[in-house]
Nanobody
Framework: QVQLVESGGGLVQAGGSLRLSCVASGRTFSRSDMGWFRQAPGKEREFVAVINWSGSSTVYTDSVKGRFTISRDNAKNAVYLRMDPLKPEDTAVYYC????????????????????WGQGTQVTVSS
């Protein structure tokens, strides 16, 4: 059974930082792209960042560019999201996602392109 388990969320003041982790089990994703999405209350799930299988290429949504950094450790079957500095509008449940196929060279930002999802971790940023 494939599982993605996120951790590292919490409550932080604006200007603070958090590092989210996502560890996969049940299969390796070392040749697959992985990403982070988020969903705020009353809003649709939105793309945050994606990293290709080797870690050499990344894409970010405009609102987090320069503040968030996605990275991965294929030896640990893990992907990370460093968020600094955080803003109140970053408050959301953050989800880790992985594609089920080998990397194609294109990095996808649409949720339907991802086959595996974690349960989510809450990030709350107070003003």
């Amino acid at each position: 059974q494939v599982q993605l388990v996120e951790s590292g969320g919490g409550l932080v003041q604006a200007g603070g930082s958090l590092r989210l982790s996502c560890v996969a089990s049940g299969r390796t994703f070392s040749r697959s792209d992985m990403g982070w999405f988020r969903q705020a209350p009353g809003k649709e799930r939105e793309f945050v960042a994606v990293i290709n299988w080797s870690g050499s290429s990344t894409v970010y949504t405009d609102s987090v560019k320069g503040r968030f950094t996605i990275s991965r450790d294929n030896a640990k079957n893990a992907v990370y999201l460093r968020m600094d500095p955080l803003k109140p509008e970053d408050t959301a449940v953050y989800y880790c996602a992985a594609r089920g196929t080998f990397a194609s060279g294109s990095l996808y930002t649409r949720a339907e392109r991802y086959d595996y999802w974690g349960q989510g971790t809450q990030v709350t940023v107070s003003s």
